[in-house]
Every structure is written in C-alpha cells, then in structure tokens.
C-alpha cells in the first residue's frame, strides 16, 4: 500500500468554523508533511512531523494547528480562517533519513481543496 | 539564497514530440538534492526522480530522460515521444543536504505541459 488518503475531498468553512483535514498513511512512514498549494504556484511547506513529533514550523499563523495523534495519521486542525487561505492542502509521507545517500521521496495525498467564505 | 527556476510556464506539443522541461537551480551548498514531480489535474504530486549533487550521471526511464549538469546549475527533463497522459505541471525541486533542514523542499514554480492529440 503506497497510498496517501486525505479527508474531506472538498471543504467550505466561514471565517469564524473550525473544522479539521485528516491525512492517513499505512506505509510505515515516521515523517508526515502540510504543504499549501495556491493555484498555479508551487506547494509550500507548512510543517514537518518526525517520529510523531513537530520538526518544523514554517512560521504558519496560529489559526492553522497541526497535530501527530499516532505514527499513521495527520490532522490539521482549521480555526478563524481568512479567504486568503483558501487553496489545496497537500499531506505527504516519507521515511525518515537517507537512502544511498538520498532523502527518501515524499508520497503525496490528493488534497484537501479548502475555500473559506 | 537557495532558488529554482523553471523559466518555461507553459508549453504545449503535439503528441509524440519530444518535450524538454528546463530546471536550473542556485544553491551555495556542495552537497543537495535535486527532485521532479509531476502533478497531473487529480493534484497529488507524483514523485519521478531524485538526484544528489555528486551524481551527474544521466538516467533514462521509458521515455523519460533527465539530463544533471552541474556546471550549468541545470537538471532538465525531457519526455520523448510525448503522449497526452503527460499533461501535467511539472516541478523541479532542491532540498539542501543538512538532516535539520533537508525536508524543507524548495519547489520550483512548475512548468504546466499539455499535449495535444
């Protein structure tokens, strides 16, 4: 299983919801990522999970809160959102180190696509 | 400043053309990584190579070649005999060599490939 699943599909807040994306991986993989998309602009990471444990924030406003519950799951937890942060949300995986001396590839999920009202 | 530049923002060929993808990258590390990833329009990114900077030899896979000079700061991909399931964006990317910030993936701004039957 090589797959990245990534729920909802589609998702439509208002300014003041909260409401969560869910990321999930069956590979065995102990670093889980969030990158945003904007459209037709490169992925931008946003934090970096390691062995369950936060790596790095990209100085990601607060009203975007990661967290790790176990090695196989990602959530993103939305609160306060603002229309410039709608986009595609990407969650990828990878194992952790180097592999003939080359970082592991990252698998990608398909998105979340998120329009705030 | 690490930097990757895909100067060519769209292209379209006809089906069975060759098509080359240009990548030229800045970085004053001696030892990084370079990657592409195709994103078709389901958005997942796709990963299809990785490279590290001591390792200029070409590769073929099927129909897909990759060309590392380092002299030039350039890794271009070229698709022979292109065919429509090629329509995609493309991305070129550089991760830096230290284990504190090799996950910190700077992607390219994509060249978005369409080919036409």
């Known amino acids: 299983d090589t797959e990245v699943t990534q729920t909802p599909k589609h998702l439509v807040m208002g300014m003041t919801n909260k409401k969560s994306l869910k990321c999930e991986q069956h590979?065995?993989?102990?670093?889980m990522y969030w990158y945003k998309q904007k459209a037709k602009k490169p992925p931008e990471l946003m934090f970096v999970?390691?062995?369950?444990?936060?790596?790095i924030n990209e100085s990601v406003p607060s009203r975007f809160s990661p967290e790790c519950p176990n090695s196989s799951l990602l959530n993103l937890h939305l609160h306060a959102l603002q229309p410039e942060d709608s986009a595609l949300y990407l969650c990828a995986s990878s194992q952790e180190g180097l592999a003939g001396g080359l970082p592991y590839e990252q698998y990608f999920g398909p998105g979340t696509r998120l329009t705030v009202t | 400043a690490q930097k990757v530049t895909q100067a060519q923002t769209e292209i379209s060929v006809v089906e069975k053309e060759d098509v080359t993808l240009d990548c030229v990258y800045e970085t004053r590390d001696t030892t990084y990584y370079l990657f592409w990833y195709k994103q078709p329009p389901s958005g997942e990114l796709v990963f299809l190579i990785r490279?590290?900077?001591?390792?200029?030899q070409n590769e073929i896979s099927g129909r897909y070649s990759w060309n590392f000079q380092k002299s030039t700061s350039s890794f271009n991909f070229t698709i022979t005999a292109s065919q429509v399931v090629d329509s995609a964006v493309y991305f070129c990317?550089?991760?830096?060599?230290?284990?504190?910030?090799?996950?910190?993936?700077?992607f390219g701004p994509g060249t978005s490939l369409s080919v036409i039957p």
């Open positions: 490279r590290n900077s001591f390792d200029e």
């Open positions: 590979m065995g993989h102990r670093a």
């Open positions: 990317a550089l991760r830096p060599w230290m284990k504190t910030s090799y996950d910190k993936v700077i």
């Open positions: 999970y390691s062995y369950e444990k936060l790596s």
